[in-house]
Each structure stands twice: as C-alpha cells, then as structure tokens.
C-alpha cells in the first residue's frame, strides 16, 4: 500500500497546509478535480485559487460529471487531462468528486478491466491530493471508488487507487446543509459500524471504529439540532477514522443493499444506507447460530456486537427500535411506504461483494425475502 500522509486541519487555515504540500512537487499544471456550487460555496475556491496564484502555476479544471460517477463520465475526464499536460491532480469535493479523481489518476496510468480487477501498468502515476468538502464518504483515506456502468455499480480496488496526501479541513463542512451533513455523517458512522461487524476486521480496524464511534454517535445528531463549528470538527475527524478502517475491511450488507437506491430512485448514498440500517443492527446477532460467517468464531462474534449494542447506549432487544429513531431525529426517514419500487431492479443492483463481507452469510433466498418485505411496506 502507498504511504499516504494524514494532514488534519482542526481549527487551521488550509492555505498553509496546502500551499506547503503542493510546492514540494514544483508542479506547473495542475489537473483540479471539483464540486460545483459547493466549490464555491464551502470557502474552498478562494483558498485553492490563492495558493495557485502564489505558486504561479496553471490549472485545468474538471467538474461536468454526475454526482455518482460513471463510466461516460471518466473517459471524458481522462481525455481532459490528457490534453491538458497537467502533472499533478488536486481533487477536492465531497465523495464523488474524489471518487472521480482516484479513477482519472488511475487510468491514466492502468489499462484493464473493471469487471474482472485486472490491470496492467503503463506510466508513473501523477500525484494526487485529496481534500474532503464533506465530513462521510471517507474516500479520501481509501484505495477503492465506485464507478457506475449501465446503472451497475462497480469498485474498482487497487493499491494504487489511495491518494497520496489527504487533508481533513473541517472548515469546508461549516456551511453544508443539514441534510447533506445527515447523509454523509451517517455514512461515516455505518462505515465504522460496518467495519466493526465485518468478516475481516483486525484489530487495528477496531480501534479506528471505535474512534469514529465515539466521534459521530453522539454529535451528529447535535450538529442536526444545533451545528457548531466545534461539533462538526469531532464529526469530520470521526468521518477520516471510519475512512481509515473500511480501508482495511470494505463495507458489509447496508452499503451493499444501497446501491441500487441511489442509481435507480435517486436517494443520497447515505440516506440510502440507512434503508436498511436498523434490520442489519439485529439481523447480524439474531442470526449468528445458523447464519455466522464460517471465518467469524460464535462466541467472540457475539461479545463484539453486545460491545457495539453497549457504546452505542442499547441492546439487542432495543437496538431496532433505538437505530430507527436516530435515523428519524437526524432527518433520514426509513419508512418510505408508497414508492413504487421495483423488486428486479433493486435485486439487480446489490453489490454481490459488499454482501460477501457481512458477518452472517446471506444466501439468494434471504436476499429475495427482505428485497421482497421492502417493496411491500416501505421499510424492514
């Protein structure tokens, strides 16, 4: 795995952190890969154009691509920096502009296919730096991105995928809105949940989940309620620990199920993770005596989750109920009776991998039967 340097910026100016960085690489072109409105927005433009003014150095910009990147989306992209000449890659935005950028810099220099997870070197890679806007999606600490293509979504997995600098500056969280701190703060927290329970956590993907547990559980909701600068600091910091861990293990059965939500019914990635959330809190200890994992051990399996129920200030019997109520105080209602939603499309677009890494294995047969209660009422 390439090093990767971890820059956070509490309470920082980020034009130092940035400008200090970037001038290491003597770069005369940079690639810029970023938001919209949010660019600007978030405060991010004005630093970004100040430290490339300082640097007297050109820039190319790259932001006409969807909010969940597809396959169109990063052939564009890679012609643009082609083109371009640029020798170094600044992507800075919430998850999907970051996810864009890793894919660019990747098959920019990789050739092979998405599918199978085979490709071959050609060139060196550019440097890349990534600078998150939101405080969830964790793609800034990881070595994988989703891509979509014909409205399946892809991972696309390599080492070579982690950017080489990450800079946490929870500054350009300040003023996001309070459902799209909602989304991707959840996201930070399943994340961390979701590596906890997972199939291939260690111990070092433990104690950073657990960091990110204590960080978000608690203070999301606050910054729901009442966002202070101070409160969206813990949240950013807890969302590059949950980043940090899912690097190791890869998410598990919610963020699999998600999928086909966001690309078929247009759901944020995060609000489509929580659909499902409250049902894996107690399905992945109802079912530990005939559905455990073969790797997982029952007994230790068992006084895993009971130490999650507890840090998360509940218990199996209370944690369905507890999870839901979370998910309505933070603004991601789960009880969705009314959409029309087609079972065939949602089957089709669960990430068979994602699935591989729950704790307890979930054959065809179960998938079709929660796949089958959702579309009937709404919800699990």
Same mark, same amino acid.
């Given at each position: 795995?390439?090093?990767?340097?971890?820059?956070?910026?509490?309470?920082?100016?980020?034009?130092?952190?940035?400008?200090?960085?970037?001038?290491?690489?003597?770069?005369?072109?940079?690639?810029?890969?970023?938001?919209?409105?949010?660019?600007?927005?978030?405060?991010?433009?004005?630093?970004?154009?100040?430290?490339?003014?300082?640097?007297?150095?050109?820039?190319?910009?790259?932001?006409?691509?969807?909010?969940?990147?597809?396959?169109?989306?990063?052939?564009?992209?890679?012609?643009?920096?082609?083109?371009?000449?640029?020798?170094?890659?600044?992507?800075?935005?919430?998850?999907?502009?970051?996810?864009?950028?890793?894919?660019?810099?990747?098959?920019?220099?990789?050739?092979?296919?998405?599918?199978?997870?085979?490709? @071959?070197?050609?060139? %060196?890679? =550019? /440097?890349?730096? $990534? *600078?998150?806007?939101?405080?969830? +999606?964790?793609?800034?600490?990881?070595?994988?991105?989703?891509?979509?293509?014909?409205?399946?979504?892809?991972? @696309?997995?390599?080492? %070579?995928? =982690? /950017?080489?600098? $990450? *800079?946490?500056?929870?500054?350009? +969280?300040?003023?996001?809105?309070?459902?799209?701190?909602?989304?991707?703060?959840?996201?930070?927290?399943?994340?961390?949940?979701?590596?906890?329970?997972?199939?291939?956590?260690?111990?070092?993907?433990?104690?950073?989940?657990?960091?990110?547990?204590?960080?978000?559980?608690?203070?999301?909701?606050?910054?729901?309620?009442?966002?202070?600068?101070?409160?969206?600091?813990?949240?950013?910091?807890?969302?590059?620990?949950?980043?940090?861990?899912?690097?190791?293990?890869?998410?598990?059965?919610?963020?699999?199920?998600?999928?086909?939500?966001?690309?078929?019914?247009?759901?944020?990635?995060?609000?489509?993770?929580?659909?499902?959330?409250?049902?894996?809190?107690?399905?992945?200890?109802?079912?530990?005596?005939?559905?455990?994992?073969?790797?997982?051990?029952?007994?230790?399996?068992?006084?895993?989750?009971?130490?999650?129920?507890?840090?998360?200030?509940?218990?199996?019997?209370?944690?369905?109920?507890?999870?839901?109520?979370?998910?309505?105080?933070?603004?991601?209602?789960?009880?969705?009776?009314?959409?029309?939603?087609?079972?065939?499309?949602?089957?089709?677009?669960?990430?068979?991998?994602?699935?591989?890494?729950?704790?307890?294995?979930?054959?065809?047969?179960?998938?079709?039967?929660?796949?089958?209660?959702?579309?009937?009422?709404?919800?699990?």
């Amino acid at each position: 795995m390439n090093q990767i340097n971890q820059i956070m910026c509490l309470n920082n100016d980020p034009f130092e952190y940035l400008q200090s960085n970037l001038s290491r690489y003597s770069s005369r072109k940079l690639f810029l890969v970023r938001g919209k409105k949010s660019y600007e927005l978030c405060g991010a433009k004005r630093v970004v154009e100040d430290v490339i003014s300082n640097l007297k150095c050109g820039f190319v910009e790259y932001f006409d691509f969807s909010e969940n990147p597809k396959y169109e989306d990063l052939e564009r992209g890679l012609k643009l920096l082609e083109l371009s000449g640029a020798d170094l890659i600044v992507a800075i935005g919430g998850g999907s502009v970051l996810d864009m950028a890793k894919l660019i810099r990747f098959f920019h220099s990789y050739s092979g296919d998405i599918l199978n997870e085979k490709f @071959v070197k050609n060139r %060196d890679l =550019l /440097p890349l730096f $990534a *600078i998150p806007t939101t405080a969830g +999606t964790g793609s800034e600490v990881t070595h994988f991105a989703v891509l979509y293509k014909d409205n399946l979504k892809y991972s @696309v997995s390599h080492k %070579d995928m =982690l /950017p080489d600098r $990450a *800079i946490i500056c929870p500054q350009f +969280t300040y003023k996001n809105a309070r459902y799209l701190t909602a989304c991707t703060g959840f996201d930070a927290l399943s994340q961390a949940i979701e590596a906890y329970w997972n199939v291939y956590s260690i111990e070092e993907s433990d104690n950073y989940s657990i960091k990110a547990i204590k960080l978000i559980w608690d203070n999301l909701p606050l910054v729901i309620d009442s966002s202070t600068n101070e409160l969206r600091d813990k949240i950013a910091e807890g969302a590059y620990w949950a980043g940090k861990a899912i690097n190791i293990t890869k998410t598990t059965a919610p963020h699999a199920f998600s999928y086909p939500f966001t690309i078929n019914y247009g759901y944020p990635h995060g609000h489509a993770v929580a659909l499902t959330f409250p049902f894996f809190m107690r399905y992945n200890y109802a079912e530990l005596e005939n559905k455990l994992h073969p790797l997982l051990n029952s007994k230790s399996h068992c006084k895993k989750m009971e130490q999650l129920y507890n840090m998360l200030g509940s218990t199996f019997d209370m944690i369905y109920d507890d999870m839901y109520n979370y998910l309505e105080r933070i603004g991601l209602a789960i009880n969705i009776r009314g959409r029309n939603f087609d079972k065939n499309l949602i089957l089709h677009g669960i990430n068979a991998s994602r699935l591989s890494n729950n704790p307890c294995v979930l054959s065809q047969a179960d998938v079709d039967f929660i796949v089958d209660e959702f579309v009937e009422n709404g919800k699990l």
